[in-house]
């Protein structure tokens, strides 16, 4: 049997899936991508990846990806995270059209043409990116966890608006409010649906993704309060899988031979 | 004073009952270059397309780099606020306007559109020539897009018109040089910004009840007088945050504020002529102010004439003409010993920080004053965490 | 090199560019002097009048702000922070603030003094830098400017237009010769202007050549490869039989390479373009793309696609349509040498790229058999960033793919982000199902 391993080193988190020969999940992990020490976190990961499962090392072809994916030195394979993500789009959606992820750095948009292959890119802007780590530093900075950050949008009238235009100053403006007191949820909203509106713009960049057959992958698709925001803006009926963090390392390891 | 804040709070709906009641068509410019008189002879109300920040997803789709300001002329067109409107019409000045007039026309092609040539050089022998020639292929046009000949005695119409909202807009200037001034800056901008909207004709017999009116309000108290410059501006936020601070803005030098109304065309028989010379004339944008350095003695000459304290210099961001002027401008408020602070604008104003920073500047001309809430501040902080 | 298909060799023509180039470095070398004018931007048009005047040295802040972020990025940041600090913005662009932020610091990239400007003759339009340019100088002595203008409509063809907006040209530089006799009491020369004139329809004869044959499969040479030719004759000035010479080599050589199927890249089987000018401090990723089997063969700018040259109907490439000059016109001033090229006010060289000829980036592509465009966005230097994203969206519209990278500006590379680039290009390429042929 041969195990096909995935692991998707992302500027915030390292992630690792196995998949049996049927492409079964047999381990999903993941950690913090460990600042400077990324090769040591990586290295600690799978070795914990081999114990836990006890599968043999040797056995494994390894697909790494993502943006510090070099760091994985025992790779069989690198490729890039877009066709980690076309593939795991395809994986989860016969007749899939594009798939969109949203990290914790990067918004990415990949339309699929009808042959199956890859059509017009389209990535966030400078001024765009990091959305995923402003999220990160309001949750911290209003001592929130994502889920409660995101029950706590759900239940704001989402009157206030902040700066999408540029992530510094979205962030002086979440800044600005806080200084005023306002309602903790309503800055929270505030910011979701800021970060919900150049997500949107990424989507209508190059191609818009498709209304019925796009999927949705990436950390921040786990924040319910702003997929329904991305939803209410873009009119996209998202096929969200089970674990859309996974996503992209879940396709590396589809591409393992 | 509302009546003209209420027009330019929902111009939309202004310019969409104008057409209603005149059954005439309605021309949207983006620079103040644009002779207005002409449009008007043609029996069309020339709308300036003002910047508004609302959520943009869509502009990335054509823009990148652009100021907020004409992304938002964009965003605003697809979003379809402005299809009320007929055509556009751009003057050749800031190649940000330009892409705005650009794309909006790739947008919507149905539009009419038209290019005026107005000179970078504007002083030349020649450029009066120019200008004569643009005007008269301008004046074809518009004819062809009413199907009605423009007549001189349309034109004078016209001139008289626009001529008469400048000097009574200067009047209100003028009564911003009074060492306690009836208006506030917020209140001349917003006036300012709506007769770019409106018909002028109606807002002519709207001034001529409301200056009267002005000239009997009780004087505001002591204050510290600002002048403010930069980059174009689209609403009087900023000089509401200086006026929550006890300070007032006594006089700008905008290219839609005070030289959009600061010369007059002179009748002459040759209409066109006479028109294209106001234009020429004016006081120049600082991409226009090209062959000469004239901006920075005319900013200085303001700021002497209205006596003020200190200059606020707000650049929006990419903003490149000026990014081009500020050296010259620093220069000669350093050299001159003038309170200045300089600071970028975008498409949204935090207040603190903005307050903070004209704080500061309060301090600098006049140390140890604390905050004091001016006349607008409630309205201020009610307003929201930024706008 | 694997899976190589064509044969590539370097080009001969380098040794005699290298020589022409050193020659005009030392003549500007050794004619400066005390006597010398130092003519600031100098870039005078669509006809380099400058050089009717002796004695008058052109130091053009493009090239030469270009040349600094290329060279050495710590001074150019020093340059751009001493214009920053002064009030320049930081969203001008690098070519200005590298040049004067220099005239700042008081010094050259080499520790020499800086050459302070005696006068400054802006070039106009096609981009608000270029129309606010040299006032840099001017605010820091008063040295006489001469702004002037690019006149110009955009719309249908209307020879009354066409007659004040080249009345105005024709004036504005007229008058600036006639201006600067008067302020330094040089003596203008208009017969080096019209010998220029005349050779210059063999000129564009060549500069169409070079294009024509680059759309051959495999391409001859690529355009980082033009790049270094292409100033041959108009920034770095030559004498014109000796430019002549120069590019008539040129393309002979470019004709046999096209003959033998000598290649620039000689696994080439992907073609991309690009749009304006590139980073060009950052040229070295047209050689990470040849890994790929990809090769650069230009774009508008660099073939004059938005000058004399356009792309014909039945798909070829030609001299542009403009109406034609008086035939048998005896050229005696500088006046009718203006005339005589100007012929035309309508249309411009950038700002009608998404107006009057809406389609040249497609045609472009077509006529190039290209696969790919990778496009510029600069955050600064408005005319190098407009329109990009409207033409990506037109190529894309033929099944052209596009990718865009960001960066400050052709002439600054603080916003060039160069691990994400390589990998937004490794991503863009495997998305098309391309991999390395070669690390």
Redesign the interface.
């Known amino acids: 049997m041969m195990i096909k391993a995935g692991i998707d080193v992302g500027l915030e988190t390292i992630k690792i899936v196995i998949l049996d020969d049927d492409n079964n999940i047999i381990v999903k992990t993941k950690t913090f991508s460990g600042g400077g020490k990324r090769k040591d976190t990586i290295n600690q990961l799978w070795q914990k990846c081999l114990d836990e499962s006890k599968i043999d090392a040797t056995a494994c072809h390894i697909v790494a990806t993502g943006?510090g994916k070099y760091d994985v030195e025992f790779a069989n394979r690198y490729?890039?995270?877009?066709?980690a993500d076309?593939t795991a789009g395809k994986h989860y959606l016969q007749g899939v059209e594009s798939i969109v992820d949203i990290g914790a750095n990067q918004v990415r948009v990949?339309p699929i043409n009808d042959d199956g292959?890859?059509?017009?890119?389209a990535?966030s802007?400078?001024c765009g990116s990091g959305l995923g780590l402003l999220l990160s530093n309001i949750a911290l900075r209003h001592e929130l966890s994502y889920e409660e950050m995101s029950d706590l949008a759900k239940s704001a009238k989402g009157?206030?608006?902040?700066?999408?235009?540029?992530i510094v100053?979205a962030e002086?403006?979440m800044?600005?409010?806080q200084?005023?007191n306002?309602p903790q949820d309503e800055?929270i909203a505030?910011v979701i649906?800021?970060v919900a509106?150049?997500i949107?713009?990424?989507?209508?960049?190059?191609?818009k993704p498709s209304k019925q057959k796009t999927v949705l992958l990436g950390g921040l698709a786990l924040n319910e309060a702003l997929v329904n925001a991305i939803k209410l803006?873009s009119g996209i009926d998202f096929v969200i899988p089970e674990f859309p963090d996974y996503g992209t390392a879940i396709g590396a390891a589809l591409l393992a031979e | 004073m509302d009546r003209f804040k209420k027009i330019l709070d929902n111009r939309h709906k202004y310019a969409e009952d104008w057409k209603k009641r005149t059954s005439g068509k309605v021309i949207g410019y983006f620079d103040t270059y644009m002779p207005e008189e002409l449009v008007y002879a043609a029996g069309m109300l020339p709308v300036r397309v003002l910047a508004e920040h609302e959520y943009d997803d869509l502009t990335d789709h054509q823009m990148y780099g652009n100021c907020y300001c004409t992304r938002d002329m964009l965003n605003l067109f697809l979003l379809g606020r402005y299809d009320y409107v007929d055509g556009v019409v751009h003057v050749e000045t800031c190649q940000w306007l330009f892409n705005a007039f650009q794309t909006i026309i790739n947008a919507k092609p149905e539009l009419f559109e038209f290019y005026f040539f107005v000179p970078d050089a504007p002083d030349l022998k020649t450029s009066k020539d120019v200008m004569r020639s643009e005007l008269t292929v301008f004046k074809t046009r518009l004819e062809e897009l009413t199907g009605k000949t423009i007549q001189d005695e349309d034109i004078d119409k016209a001139i008289e018109i626009y001529n008469e909202n400048r000097r009574l807009l200067r009047r209100i200037y003028e009564l911003r040089r009074a060492d306690n001034p009836v208006i506030l800056g917020s209140e001349m901008m917003d006036i300012l910004l709506a007769s770019q909207i409106m018909d002028k004709a109606e807002m002519n017999e709207m001034l001529k009840e409301f200056i009267p009116l002005l000239e009997d309000r009780e004087p505001f108290a002591d204050c510290i007088r600002l002048m403010l410059i930069g980059s174009e501006t689209y609403d009087s936020k900023l000089e509401k945050v200086i006026e929550s601070l006890g300070a007032n803005v006594v006089v700008d030098e905008f290219d839609n504020g005070s030289s959009y109304i600061w010369n007059e065309v002179i009748p002459q028989k040759d209409r066109l002529m006479a028109i294209g010379l106001r234009y020429l004339g004016r006081p120049h944008s600082a991409l226009k102010d090209n062959a000469w350095r004239r901006r920075p003695e005319r900013i200085f000459q303001l700021y002497e004439d209205f006596q003020a304290d200190g200059v606020i210099i707000a650049k929006q961001i990419y903003c490149h003409p000026h990014g081009t002027d500020m050296y010259a401008v620093w220069k000669l408020l350093r050299e001159r010993d003038i309170t200045y602070h300089t600071f970028e604008r975008d498409t949204t104003m935090p207040y603190s920080e903005t307050k903070l920073r004209v704080e500061g500047l309060i301090n600098m001309i006049k140390p140890g004053i604390s905050r004091v809430y001016g006349w607008s501040s409630d309205e201020c902080m009610k307003e929201g965490g930024n706008q | 090199m694997s899976n190589q298909k064509w044969e590539t060799r370097p080009l001969e023509i380098w040794a005699r560019a290298k020589e022409l180039r050193a020659n005009w470095q030392k003549s500007v070398d050794e004619s400066a002097s005390a006597e010398t004018l130092i003519l600031a931007d100098g870039n005078t048009g669509d006809l380099d009048w400058s050089v009717g005047f002796c004695g008058v040295n052109v130091i053009e802040d493009n090239p030469l702000g270009a040349m600094l972020a290329s060279k050495s990025d710590s001074f150019a940041r020093k340059c751009r922070l001493a214009s920053e600090v002064r009030g320049w913005g930081r969203e001008l662009c690098g070519y200005v603030n590298n040049c004067w932020g220099s005239q700042f610091l008081g010094y050259q990239i080499d520790n020499s003094e800086f050459p302070y400007r005696d006068m400054s003759i802006p070039f106009p339009d096609p981009c608000d830098q270029h129309t606010k340019r040299g006032q840099q100088c001017m605010d820091l002595s008063p040295i006489p400017r001469w702004g002037g203008d690019w006149p110009m409509y955009l719309g249908e063809d209307d020879p009354l237009r066409d007659e004040a907006l080249i009345d105005h040209k024709v004036y504005y530089m007229v008058n600036t010769i006639k201006q600067i006799e008067k302020s330094f009491g040089k003596e203008f020369d208009p017969q080096v202007i019209i010998d220029n004139i005349g050779i210059r329809p063999q000129l564009e004869e060549y500069g169409l050549r070079v294009s024509q044959l680059m759309t051959n499969i495999p391409t001859p040479i690529s355009v980082k490869d033009l790049y270094s030719f292409y100033t041959m004759g108009t920034l770095t000035k030559v004498d014109p039989q000796e430019t002549l010479d120069f590019w008539k080599s040129f393309v002979d050589e470019l004709q046999w390479r096209v003959d033998n199927n000598i290649a620039a890249v000689g696994n080439e089987r992907y073609r991309w373009m690009e749009a304006h000018p590139p980073a060009w401090h950052y040229l070295k990723y047209y050689r990470y793309m040849e890994q790929y089997g990809a090769v650069c063969v230009g774009s508008q700018y660099s073939h004059l696609m938005a000058g004399p040259v356009e792309l014909k109907e039945d798909g070829t490439l030609g001299h542009r349509n403009i109406r034609p000059a008086p035939k048998d016109v005896k050229l005696r001033t500088i006046e009718d040498a203006i005339r005589f090229i100007s012929t035309e006010a309508r249309g411009h060289r950038f700002k009608d790229d998404e107006y009057f000829r809406y389609d040249a980036i497609t045609d472009f592509a077509k006529a190039y058999h290209v696969d790919g465009a990778i496009m510029p966005l600069n955050r600064s230097g408005v005319g190098c960033t407009l329109t990009r994203k409207e033409q990506a969206l037109r190529l894309n519209a033929i099944g052209v793919n596009t990718m865009h990278y960001e960066n400050s500006q052709p002439g600054d590379r603080t916003d060039m982000d160069e691990h994400h680039f390589f990998d937004q290009l490794d991503s863009w390429m495997e998305c098309q199902g391309f991999s390395k042929l070669v690390d």
């Open positions: 943006m490729i890039t995270e877009s066709l076309a990949i292959s890859i059509g017009q890119l990535f802007h400078k009157e206030l608006k902040m700066n999408e235009g540029c100053f002086l403006d800044l600005e409010m200084n005023k306002m800055i505030a649906n800021g509106v150049k949107c713009s990424v989507m209508n960049d190059k191609v803006r």
